[in-house]
């Protein structure tokens, strides 16, 4: 074997084992992996390739070399590599119609290198590298072409919801002739010719293949369109107007896409439409006025943003990627609105559904950028913001909204359900008498006020967790404004806020502690009361007798997780404390009488 | 054994009311450690940033006092946490915590999981929705400890004005969580203690 042979040889393997390696290296294709595709390239080598060896040596003697070259081997070889396309496209995992040409040519090219190997270098001499070549780039293609064609129809046929057997019946006759064609004309022509017209036959098989892949991914889109119901003939400012997808239709995308890609890629699909949403609502956040630090957080979590869409196209292969794009267009801005709406709604941790109401509702306008910074700094002296970053708070402040209230106008009553909290704004000019603070008065009793919230104080935070009724009154003792923070809103705020809810979470673990701590002092102090150890409790209080009796204890009536804390604990030792003083002075005087009936003496 | 399911059913857990799937994940963020009769997990005062979950052999909670003596509150067993609030703030250890052997298998290792703060961050992150039932769970839990606290105020309340029998009444009850089971339970037994001591009953 001379050097020009065994460069023949070596074209003939190496470039379909490139085509091979270019389709697994591309990840084009979605179901089965890898695998599959060397599966079918050697079926195409040796499955279909022998019994097609064999089919066609006993032909020669029927119907003579020249039919058999022109009808009987097409025939013949279409329909054997047809065989292993249709065992695995019938599985039952198989979810999408044009892996069906990636598993036909696969098959085409495995046939196709057999073929130049045994049946066309073997015993060309010399003449073999212009052979190999030609083989190569026009058979190879052919046999590639013509099996993708039959992969794709019985792949369509698979999917589709109604069975019609036309198409993969034609998809196998086009294949067929196709090789018939192609067999005809090099046998034909010669010379540069006959290269020509081959190469322009194996392109043109490529052709084909692309238009039917073209038409099953319209079929596909056309398929979320009725889901989604996007009619493609109405412009995206109508289509914004009328359509309204819900989570229920988004979910049924997701089954969709789960169907033909499995459950790990649609969650990442799911991951990449939140990311790109929450870029859009980002995007549109930039467009309303806001602080230079607000302004800087948002460009901050686009590319944050940025950087995770990348890692999960990065994840998803190429071929899912452009899938996606044609599937659900990028510069679509009704369909993305929709799709962005219907992913909080199923949901609302995924994205900004905050932030899309502002801007739908028209909110965002509603404070300028300085106003928006003093609040968020006001919202931040509150306990429960104390550990959320102030440009979350200014986010927040947006959605604020203004309550004026006139002197003794009640803000709530006792029992009303806590639906807000409230940040007070008092106007430096209000006229007042030194001693008395101006602002939102906290009470049971009308008469006993035992908390006044001044300028920039907050009322009833607690009430942006759990909504319970309220458990005192509060009432403006000056004409003032309280910007009204609404529990639904703030909720809303932090959902798709992993950060903020993290925040909330040390703030309630602070008040656990605090309650805790509080319980365990009253559980010891009553134990050693229960054993008459009055005095180590009074000791323990650190403080004199004279300043126990003074000692009130949390005004048990008024004692909402807002006052909680680390006075607490010391609150209920001291309380204690002066029962312990009480009980032990009630049994001095009182020293072993008999069982006493009634009421007992009251407090000295 | 199954971590994550023992995780779901530890009472005092903040993660109670997290989903099976979840813990699952949250499982996977931990890290297994062994230890032996006596080591020492953290000491009071040092910066508390884990949660320990015990899976094998207990965890002694106690405090040195002056004199280097330790004074031991309690023993945690198999699948309890410890310092689980400490995932969320930022305060010293309130005690200390050691290792120490299973009284029926003395000669075996302490086997412990430890969430890292970290570690718990990047799973809220991952999971929102988990932090969000947390909230409400640990809203929950501080109101309901709250209003027990008020009950007990009140209930101090009668009994400075030497109303025993409304005092008990006014704690209620038998309440839902541990804590405030054993709050009241003390409660109770001083008031009725105070009040044999009170009529000349022998104490």
Redesign the interface.
Known sequence: MNAVVLISYVIAVVVPLFALYLIWALDLFSTGGGKIIGICFAWGAVGAFIPAYIVNTALIKEIGASNLTRFGAPIAEEVLKAAVLIFFIYRPSFRYSVDGATYGFAAGIGFAMSENLFIYLDGAGDAALAGAIGRVLSATLMHAAASAIVGISLGRLRRAKTRRYGPPVAGIALSIALHVGYNNVVRELSGTVLLLAAIGIGIGGGVVIAVLINQALSEEKRSFGTVLNIDTGVSTGERKAIQRVGAAEMEQVFGDLRERFGDETTSLIRRLFATQANIGILQNNLSVPASDRLRAAWKREIAGLEVQMRDIRQQLSGYINTYLEEMFPPGDAGLWDSINTALGES?P?LVHTFDTFMRMSELAQSFDPEQLVAMAESLHQAEIFHNVPLYHLENLSRALTVMNLAEGQMLFEKGDAGDAMYLVRVDEDVQHTPDLMLGIEIFVNEDEVFRTFGDGGVVGE?AL??G?PRSASARANCNLTVLALKQQVFRRF??????V??A???Y??????Y??D???T??DR??K????EYDTVKAMTGVSTQILKQET??D??S???EE?SPD?EQS?GR??G??AH??AR??RQ?P?????TG?????E | VDIAEQLAQSQASIFKGVAREHLDALVGKMTRRVYNDGDVLCEVGDEGDSMFLIVAGRLRIYLPDESGHELTFRYYEPFQTVGEIALLDHKPRSASVAAAADLNNPGAPIEVMVLHRDAFGEFLNERPAVGLSMMLDLTARVRYTTTYLGKITEAVGRLLEGEYDRAIQEVGQDPAGIQEQHMIAEFIRMVQSVQRRQQGAPD
């Open positions: 949901d941790t607690f967790l759990d319970r932090i959902s798709s806020r992993p950060a809810i993290h909330m979470l040390q309630l673990a602070e008040k656990l502690r309650t805790t509080a319980v365990e009253a559980r009553a134990s009361i229960a054993r008459g204890g949390p048990a009536a004692l909402g997780p909680l607490t209920v309380l204690f002066l029962l009480t009980l009630r049994e009182a072993k009488q008999p069982p006493h009421r007992l003496d009251a407090v």
